[in-house]
């Protein structure tokens, strides 16, 4: 299995405040993604990266950005957090190229409420 | 663009019967299909996935799935659930796309529930 961490784990925050974030892969995949689930709604994509510094927008990408500074590590961050952010995120990684990169590994996931 | 419909948001059955999650996409180019499962509070492991080739697929577990071109349907399909299989079922769809990889795009889940 991909080795693929999120952390914090689980995070309680205020109205307002910032928050980030953070996924750590040790694979050497070209692409990570950040997602969030909320019942009724599946995994919907926040932002994606395709590389070092290259990082593009997904479909709920509104109230969030990302950092990728390395390849192991892509930073999620919620510029001021809102209840309707109250979610789970997941991370994800890839490989690149081909049939053989096509699938993603998920990490555990983020368990953030906004309070 | 492409979309996933799960016909189904939950789906109810007894030990050892067999079992099936309706998975249609829509989609103008050609696609890569897959199942993820999650079991509670974690995150989304892989079942099976559909690139080319035979359009039976088949995952671990005991999973399979075909893909069906012209129905646009790629539906999950166990002959013998066990309690352990009880999990949320995601269905995806993707297609290489520039700079994006392969970014998923989800259905809304399948919620499996087995009883005994």
């Known amino acids: 299995d991909a080795g693929i961490t999120q952390s914090p784990r689980h995070k309680v925050t205020e109205t307002g405040t910032p928050v980030t974030l953070r996924c750590h892969q040790t694979?050497?995949?070209?692409?990570m993604y950040w997602y969030r689930q909320d019942p009724g709604h599946g995994l919907r994509l926040i932002h994606y990266s395709y590389g070092v510094k290259d990082t593009d927008k997904g479909e709920v990408s509104d109230g969030y950005s990302v950092s990728r500074s390395k390849t192991e590590d892509f930073l999620l961050t919620l510029e001021s957090a809102t209840s309707s952010q109250t979610s789970v995120y997941f991370c994800a990684s890839q490989d690149s190229g081909g049939k053989r990169g096509t699938e993603a590994f998920f990490g555990q996931g983020t368990r953030l409420t906004v309070v | 663009a492409q979309s996933v419909t799960q016909l189904d948001s939950q789906v109810p059955v007894f030990e050892e019967a067999p079992v099936e999650l309706r998975c249609n996409y829509s989609s103008s180019v050609s696609v890569y299909l897959f199942w993820y499962v999650q079991y509670p509070n974690q995150g989304l492991q892989l079942l099976l996935k559909y690139l080319s080739g035979s359009t039976l697929v088949k995952g671990i577990n005991g999973f399979e799935a075909e893909f069906n071109k012209s129905q646009t349907s790629f539906h999950l399909r166990k002959p013998s659930v066990h309690i352990s299989d009880t999990a949320e079922y995601f269905c995806a769809v993707t297609s290489p796309g520039k700079g994006s990889g392969y970014a998923l795009n989800f259905g809304k889940g399948t919620s499996l529930l087995v009883t005994p």
């Open positions: 694979e050497n995949h070209r692409y």
